[in-house]
């Protein structure tokens, strides 16, 4: 199906909604799909077979399933339509007068359509619904904003993974809030929860209904109306060790502690990887490009070493390039087989993103790198090509004038929800649970080998080998780290 302009769309679909429930009973109702799709080959592609499985669906079951939206096909335009907000009002108006409930959803779900029409049947969708699978919070985190942390488990959000739906009543009131008032957050770190702060509205608003249909990741279709097949990508055969260069930032107070922990932990299986500092150290050992180190920011040095990559890549045979900080906790085997479903030959920009300013419609997004952030090989040529990216000063944030730069150069952030700025414990139990996650960072007031262990390595690896690691590093005690300031 060839997508046209949303307000041509709008006036076909109103005429033809306007049609089907002319003398209709008051419980007939539509479903439409909402898929936060991606611009790179991989998404697109995985969006456009759920589209046509859902259509097909709707076809031999005959469900009601009024439209299938790709995001990216839809709204190529508006910045920060993964969050939700800016296409708020144009589906108001899209599926104004119609009695629409919506499901937004990644290109990972499967949906059993016929399921979930069945289970709303029972609901009234003339009411202001916003259903989901609930995730509570364990403690007070920073991503988000350490909201409720009196009781933080008090306060539900929905799982992306397993989809969310809105219907169109609750959908009229929320356009008119924002058209009405503008969003007083500028950071957008994790959308599914400050969506749902927005639709609460300080109490005044509409709470998520915890709805067991709506399923994460399971092996089991009963009672699910929509789940997660995996965990994790399943594409090809993974990415070769040599095709990945890593490059570490690290400064010289963080030598003695961090380092030996990536040593001991990710770093044992990796094959090409450099530490990067603002003072030598034989012992690891570091390479220094002359940037002196900065308490935040640290723009100059990510430049640099995006510089010092690029000199390289003529005698090496490096297809992606991994950035992380010296307190990244990493499994290489999962990066390896999340890598071999993009191709390195195309720009991919890869990583957990954030965003400033897109909700309300403007700003850019950006990969925040304690997470990590992978480059393809295009990518990097086509960053330091075009002489565009420069550091308004030594100590600018890296991950924001980055995300800056690629806006400007109309290269698309890749997002994959595999990828962690916080520790484990700052993310709900619900929400790990449907992943086999890539990164976590940070080693504040935990023990980064024990949740390396237990988050990170893949039931393959044994304890032996593992023990064998960590006693190559006969100077490190996993003591120092606990309850250590961070940078």
């Known amino acids: 199906m060839r997508y046209i302009s949303c307000s041509v769309i709008a006036i076909l679909f109103t005429t033809a909604v306007h049609w089907n429930f002319a003398g209709a009973d008051e419980g007939d109702f539509d ?85 979930l029409s069945r289970k709303l049947k029972d609901i009234d969708l003339n009411k202001e619904l916003f259903l989901g699978r609930a995730l509570v919070d364990r403690e007070a985190t920073i991503i988000h904003h350490f909201a409720f942390h009196e009781n933080p488990s008090g306060f539900s959000y929905p799982d992306f993974a397993a989809g969310f739906m809105i219907s169109t009543s609750l959908l009229r009131r929320l356009a008119k809030r924002l058209k009405e008032n503008s969003l007083s957050v500028d950071f957008t770190i994790d959308f599914q929860h400050e969506l749902a702060l927005f639709i609460w509205d300080k109490g005044s608003g509409v709470r998520l209904t915890d709805v067991d249909y709506l399923c994460g990741f399971t092996t089991k279709a009963d009672g699910c109306a929509t789940r997660q097949l995996r965990k994790s990508p399943d594409c090809s055969l993974l990415t070769s060790d040599s095709d990945i260069f890593f490059a570490v930032k690290t400064c010289q107070k963080f030598h003695k502690d961090r380092i030996p922990v990536l040593k001991a932990s990710w770093g044992k299986d990796v094959k090409e990887i450099e530490y990067f500092s603002d003072a030598e150290d034989g012992s690891i050992p570091t390479v220094v490009l002359g940037i002196p180190n900065t308490e935040r920011g640290h723009c100059a040095k990510f430049m640099a070493i995006l510089n010092y990559v690029y000199q390289r890549l003529g005698a090496n045979n490096y297809r992606w390039i991994v950035i992380t900080d010296d307190d990244t906790l990493m499994s290489i085997s999962r990066l390896k087989k999340l890598l071999s479903c993009y191709d390195p030959n195309t720009v991919v920009v890869l990583g957990e993103r954030y965003g400033y300013g897109v909700a309300k419609g403007y700003g850019y997004d950006y990969i925040t790198l304690g997470g990590g952030m992978a480059l393809s090989e295009a990518a990097l040529r086509m960053l330091i090509d075009s002489n565009s990216c420069h550091c308004a000063a030594a100590d600018s944030p890296d991950d924001m004038t980055f995300g800056l730069c690629l806006k400007h150069l109309k290269i698309p952030v890749t997002h994959s929800p595999l990828f962690h700025q916080a520790r484990p414990v700052d993310y709900a139990d619900g929400y790990l649970s449907n992943q086999e996650s890539v990164s976590f960072h940070r080693h504040w007031m935990i023990d980064p080998i024990m949740v390396y262990r237990q988050w990170l390595v893949d039931e393959q690896t044994t304890q032996a080998d593992d023990q064998k690691s960590i006693r190559s590093q006969k100077d490190h005690s996993i003591n120092d780290h606990l309850g250590h300031k961070e940078l």
Request: proline content about 5%; hydrophobic content about 40%.
């Open 31 to 115: 479903i439409a799909v909402v898929i936060m799709s991606q611009p790179n080959s991989y998404h697109e592609s995985k969006a456009q077979r759920m589209r046509q499985n859902l259509q097909h669906q709707a076809a031999l079951y005959n469900t009601s399933l009024s439209l299938v939206l790709l995001t990216h096909e839809q709204w190529p335009d508006t910045t920060g339509a993964w969050t939700v907000f800016p296409i708020i009002p144009i589906l108001a108006d899209l599926f104004d007068g119609t009695n629409t409930i919506i499901l937004f959803c990644d290109d990972d779900l499967t949906v059993n359509l016929s399921y």
